[in-house]
């Protein structure tokens, strides 16, 4: 990923940031006064109209920043979840080196024990060889629980940056709200 992609918001946070700036500029043109209107009175009302939908507006990009404490929320448990299948994946990864051990010392004490031990030697091996594909799956859990890390924290600071922008955003359409309506009263 290059860096103006990691540092460039989601489409949907890019969406709503495009809309948040239509608003801040409607409410800018809110207050300007148009010279072949009715009468100042008129004007006052339309834009009085105009900062009640932008008002709806606000509220509903609200909406969507509770939306991203939810899923900033839901990734704090995310990665809580994998720090704990971390943990069992390590957990795994230990009791199949136990289990290589024991299996080698099976065949050892097999050897020893000569000829009449000999079916012992294939049990050996079978359980050696068992957890050797443990030791590999185990292994392949590792890396996908690192991957899985790595996208789950790509993801969580996606989140926590896209509602930073989004709460900014809100900040600066509630700003030219309030200053339309400073200027109309």
Do not use: Y
Not at 48 to 72: I, N, S
Not at 91 to 96: G, K, M
């Amino acid at each position: 990923m290059s860096d103006s992609q990691e540092n460039r918001p989601s489409p949907p946070v890019e969406s709503a940031l495009a809309r948040a700036r239509r608003l801040r500029s409607g409410a800018r043109e809110t207050t300007r006064l148009d010279r072949g209107a009715e009468s100042p009175r008129a004007v006052s009302t339309n834009a009085l109209r105009r900062v009640q939908e932008l008002g709806e507006e606000v509220a509903a990009f609200k909406d969507l920043a509770l939306a991203f404490e939810r899923w900033h929320q839901d990734m704090i448990s995310l990665t809580e979840q994998n720090r704990r299948m971390r943990s069992k994946g390590e957990d795994l990864a230990s009791i199949v080196k136990e289990l290589i051990m024991l299996s080698l010392n099976a065949a050892i004490e097999a050897a020893r024990a000569g000829q009449s031990a000999r079916g012992f030697v294939v049990v050996a091996a079978e359980v050696r060889r068992l957890a050797l594909a443990a030791q590999n799956l185990s292994g392949d859990l590792g890396k996908d629980l690192h991957k899985n890390d790595l996208l789950t924290t790509a993801v969580f600071q996606d989140v926590q940056a896209g509602g930073k922008l989004m709460m900014a955003a809100i900040s600066g359409v509630e700003t030219g709200i309030r200053q339309v309506r400073a200027d109309l009263e």
